[in-house]
């Protein structure tokens, strides 16, 4: 968890095309499960958060996501990409 701190962090001096590129990788890291366990929630928070940030990419995958989602996954997800978004 210490990485994804200090990203948090840090994500704030960098240009928004990088940072939206980041989110999406956060995005697909945890839909993948590349170093981590596969969190579809997780997932969908990074991709919003990303798609918000300009990345039509991560638009494109939260909405495939979304297909295989729960109304209450998805609304945990959207819960904590606000929750995010409020504190960075």
């Given at each position: 968890?210490?990485?994804?701190?200090?990203?948090?962090?840090?994500?704030?001096?960098?240009?928004?095309?990088?940072?939206?590129?980041?989110?999406?990788?956060?995005?697909?890291?945890?839909?993948?499960?590349?170093?981590?366990?596969?969190?579809i929630v997780a997932a969908h928070?990074?991709?919003?958060?990303?798609?918000?940030k300009g990345s039509a990419r991560?638009?494109?995958?939260?909405?495939?996501?979304?297909?295989?989602?729960?109304?209450?996954?998805?609304?945990?997800?959207?819960?904590?990409?606000?929750?995010?978004?409020?504190?960075?």
């Amino acid at each position: 968890m210490a990485r994804f701190e200090i990203l948090e962090a840090g994500i704030g001096s960098i240009g928004s095309n990088a940072q939206a590129d980041i989110l999406l990788e956060l995005g697909m890291m945890y839909a993948t499960g590349r170093d981590c366990e596969t969190d579809i929630v997780a997932a969908h928070k990074w991709f919003n958060i990303a798609a918000i940030k300009g990345s039509a990419r991560a638009a494109e995958l939260r909405a495939e996501l979304s297909a295989s989602m729960t109304k209450a996954e998805i609304a945990r997800a959207l819960r904590e990409a606000r929750e995010w978004m409020t504190m960075h």
